[in-house]
């Protein structure tokens, strides 16, 4: 859940959001005044394919952005409910 708690302190602070699909996952870059806030990679399948589906090709700005940080406890809630039912099966 540390990927989890880093991509909310990156929605806090910033105001895009971008990610690149590699082999192992995804990069998120966070960005803030057109500056690289923060970056990490996001090994955890579950939350990159939520990532993925809120994202166009490959950016998360403006009213998707609000979205996803004003709803965050939902999209937290979704992620882990994910993981939970890919054990379960």
Not at 20 to 34: L, V
Not at 41 to 54: F, I, N, Y
Not at 63 to 69: A, I, M, Q, R, T
């Amino acid at each position: 859940m540390e990927e989890l708690d880093r991509l909310h302190k990156g929605l806090e602070n910033s105001n895009t959001l971008i990610f690149k699909n590699h082999n192992s996952g995804i990069t998120c870059s966070f960005i803030k005044e057109g500056l690289v806030y923060d970056s990490f990679d996001v090994k955890d399948q579950a939350l990159a394919d939520v990532l993925t589906e809120r994202g166009m090709n490959g950016v998360v700005e403006g009213s998707n952005f609000y979205s996803l940080k004003n709803n965050y406890e939902w999209f937290s809630l979704s992620v882990k409910s994910r993981k939970l039912y890919s054990v379960l099966q």
